[in-house]
């Protein structure tokens, strides 16, 4: 069964500037959960989808961050413009079931963004 | 709001045997999840603690006490391979039937000869 994909792997981008990152979750995973997870810290749930529909983005710093899910399967996370502070890696994670029913995530190796 | 408290690192000589604490403060609280991370790695998935007790998975444990809002990690016959961060995560509601996880700061576990 293949894991979590994400791309790109890496990113170098100046402060102000726009990306982009895309996850494909494991096949027929129902649940979506992208996190940040600064140096040294534990990763932080942004936004949870199930299918394609967002089910928690209260951590999500909706004035610059925005994520999407069509078709309830890949996802994009946005960030435009971005901060400094954003310097982080961003980590896709997915689950079969909807949250209420199992409690084991999978994640994927993450996107390393440095914003400089 | 979610608060967890896990000691930043820990060293221990392989084979022996190292416990690493986790205590929480939290609302809605439904169980404590341990994941390992190695360096650039993706955290995997350990154990998953519901209801008070111990959970035994090969090498590695899990306690939980909801009374004491704590639990712990154990690691047993220390292997290199077990260096790693752990991190402890609290499964909590958040709303619309769904859960999320709460992630501490992570224990960076040196296994030395």
């Known amino acids: 069964e293949a894991g979590v994909a994400q791309s790109p792997r890496y990113k170098i981008i100046e402060k102000r500037q726009s990306v982009a990152f895309w996850c494909n979750p494991i096949?027929?995973?129902?649940?979506l959960y992208w996190y940040q997870q600064i140096l040294g810290q534990g990763p932080k749930l942004l936004i949870q989808?199930?299918?394609?529909?967002?089910?928690?983005d209260s951590q999500l710093p909706k004035d610059r961050f925005s994520a999407e899910r069509l078709k309830g399967v890949d996802s994009t996370l946005k960030i435009q413009p971005a901060k400094l502070e954003d310097s982080a890696v961003y980590l896709c994670?997915?689950?079969?079931?909807?949250?209420?029913?199992?409690?084991?995530?999978?994640f994927g190796p993450g996107t390393r963004l440095t914003v400089t | 709001g979610q608060s967890l408290e896990q000691p930043s690192e820990v060293t221990a000589v392989e084979g022996a045997i190292v416990q690493i604490n986790c205590t929480y403060q939290?609302?809605?609280?439904?169980?404590l999840s341990w994941y390992q991370q190695h360096d650039g790695g993706a955290p995997t998935f350990l154990s998953y603690?519901?209801?008070?007790g111990l959970e035994e998975t090969g090498r590695f444990s899990s306690f939980l006490s909801r009374s004491d809002s704590y639990g712990y990690l154990l690691l047993q016959e220390l292997q290199m391979k077990d260096s790693a961060s752990y991190f402890c995560?609290?499964?909590?509601?958040?709303?619309?039937?769904?859960?999320?996880?709460?992630f501490g700061k992570g224990t960076k576990l040196s296994v030395i000869p």
């Open positions: 995560a609290v499964r909590v509601a958040a709303g619309a039937g769904s859960y999320q996880l709460t």
């Open positions: 603690n519901a209801l008070d």
């Open positions: 994670a997915s689950s079969l079931r909807p949250t209420g029913e199992t409690y084991e995530q999978y």
């Open positions: 096949s027929g995973h129902a649940t």
């Open positions: 989808f199930q299918n394609n529909g967002v089910v928690d």
């Open positions: 939290t609302s809605g609280f439904y169980g």
